[in-house]
């Protein structure tokens, strides 16, 4: 049976996305979620998913405080080529590195930076919180039914700006273009909450625990 592993690394409540991605597991017959610190759990899993709340360097410090986790991440995503989706910070440590508040390095998977957003009207507030929707760039698997006009949930306030546009899939509009999806080879990462995103996050989720690269 199919074990898709929610990472806990202490960086927020996981229980929203327990709940969501327990749901379409069982509804679109795609195994079993286990949400889970341990090297050894992350090492079996078919599927590896890494949420993240809060500023990018605590929860790069607060991933590497538990002993060859990332390393088992790394493992499995890039040399196994296992699936994996990066939610919020989790999708912004595929980049190159962080500017919140100081330097810091990603994971270096996608190119580009973590960086302020910077609306073009000042009376945009920062964090960039509520709906948005989504304006879909390149067709891929895990977007499978999702169109451009669907709405999703933010709360953030740096976004992932990437190096090469093919490595973003979707973007939103607020004062400028905002990186919503990003992806390459077995990896997709959304700057959303996709267990808060009510139908379009639920499929989403089911397209990610369902798909092959």
């Given at each position: 049976?199919?074990?898709t592993?929610?990472?806990d ?8 996305a ?8 069982t509804?679109?017959?795609a ?7 341990l090297p050894?759990?992350?090492?079996r ?6 949420p ?7 929860c790069?410090?607060a991933?590497d ?6 390393e088992a991440?790394?493992q ?6 296992r699936?994996f989706l990066?939610?919020?910070?989790g ?6 590195r ?7 390095p990603g994971f270096?998977w ?10 073009s009207?000042p ?5 960039h ?11 891929h698997?895990?977007?499978t039914?999702i169109e451009?006009g669907q709405?999703?949930?933010f709360?953030h306030?740096y976004?992932?700006r990437v190096?090469?546009?093919?490595h973003?899939?979707a973007?939103c ?8 999806i990003?992806g ?5 990462g959304?700057?959303?909450h996709p267990e808060?995103s009510?139908a ?5 989720i089911a397209?990610f625990?369902?798909w092959?690269?």
């Open positions: 049976m199919s074990l592993v929610l990472v690394y202490d960086s927020g409540n996981l229980h929203s327990e709940k969501a991605f327990q749901r379409m597991a509804e679109t017959g195994g079993s979620v286990l949400v889970s610190s050894e759990d992350v090492a899993a078919d599927r590896i998913v890494l993240g709340d809060g500023a990018f360097p605590s790069r410090a991933l405080r538990f002993t060859g986790l990332f991440i790394e499995a995503v890039t040399v196994k080529a699936p990066g939610i919020c910070i999708m912004q440590m595929m980049a190159t962080g500017l919140e508040y100081r330097e810091t270096g996608i190119g580009g930076e973590v960086v302020r957003i910077e609306p009207e009376s945009m507030k920062i964090p919180m509520g709906w948005n929707d989504l304006i879909i760039d390149h067709p698997p895990v977007l039914g451009t709405h999703a949930y709360v306030s976004h992932f190096a090469d546009p093919a973003r899939l973007h509009d607020y004062g400028g273009d905002i990186t919503a990003v390459r080879d077995n990896m997709v959304m700057q959303f808060k009510q379009t996050g639920l499929r989403l397209n625990l369902n092959r690269p």
